[in-house]
């Protein structure tokens, strides 16, 4: 006789057939100005050879971090002030850098899943002593005051698209009647793809009703088919999603914008970006 499996049964019973190079959960966040957290989950290192999971027990039933709180799972920490593993690879926190958030393993097992930040993006990161294993989780970047400011998680559905948490203002207030350039250095980092798209929420307050502003790729003398945001009423500030393509000159995405007049007024939040492979 068949059996029905209550809605509020718990499954405890581990999945051994993952995804290729899968990452599930392990969400990074910015905690503090000094302090990145990497959310419970599970990845697979870069070699698709081991699992590192955060909160969940590893092959030796050790689970990391190993406190609960209100029966909650904790996130690892990561602390620039350290050096080594949840700290920096090697020296100190740099201001306006773009740093690689990494989850690290030891494949023997002897050492916990760890946090490592490093600057390093196209080779690997300073590794501590007994890891060998790691995964490349996003990105995290410094304001010029050297104060942790956005986190960017790579999420595997899209490849390379990230999000950014919180989201980052490139444009306050703005308020030129040329296009302008935007350089996008405090969001997104810098990359040898030539096609990246910006995702952006976009706060316009015009000053009349005829008013709208205006969006390109940095290097396009295009003027029309733009993306636009028109004014709805004169003086009412009004909010929308948009995605931007970005000019990437040097390696470091741009957009442009304008407004109708000088009296209108845009904010740019960027709230995430995508990377094509190529």
Request: with cysteine.
């Amino acid at each position: 006789m068949a059996t029905v499996q209550s809605a509020n049964t718990t499954q405890n019973d581990p999945i051994y057939s993952l995804p290729f190079l899968y990452i599930s959960g392990l969400n990074i966040s910015v905690a503090s100005t000094t302090i990145i957290a990497i959310a419970p989950g599970q990845a697979r290192d870069s070699n698709d050879n081991i699992d590192m999971p955060v909160g969940f027990p590893n092959l030796q039933g050790d689970v990391e971090p190993s406190v609960y709180i209100q029966d909650y799972r904790q996130p690892l920490l990561l602390n620039s002030a350290v050096t080594g593993a949840n700290g920096l690879d090697r020296g100190t926190l740099a201001a306006s850098s773009s740093y690689c958030v990494w989850l690290i393993g030891d494949s023997r097992g002897y050492k916990p899943v760890a946090g490592l930040i490093s600057l390093s993006s196209n080779a690997y990161p300073l590794m501590p002593l007994g890891y060998d294993s790691l995964r490349l989780l996003g990105f995290v970047t410094t304001s010029a005051g050297t104060a942790f400011q956005a986190a960017s998680l790579l999420n595997t559905a899209y490849s390379k698209a990230y999000y950014l948490q919180p989201p980052v203002s490139e444009v306050a207030a703005g308020n030129a009647t040329t296009f302008t350039a935007v350089d996008l250095a405090s969001s997104i980092p810098t990359t040898t793809s030539p096609f990246v798209i910006a995702f952006l929420l976009v706060t316009f307050t015009p000053a009349a009703a005829a008013s709208n502003v205006q969006f390109r790729p940095t290097g396009s003398t295009a003027t029309t088919n733009l993306v636009t945001i028109s004014a709805i009423s004169a003086g009412v500030p009004q909010q929308q999603y948009v995605q931007v393509i970005c000019g990437v000159s040097g390696g470091q995405p741009s957009i442009d914008y304008k407004v109708t007049s000088a009296s209108d007024a845009v904010t740019v939040l960027v709230t995430g970006y995508a990377v094509t492979l190529a």
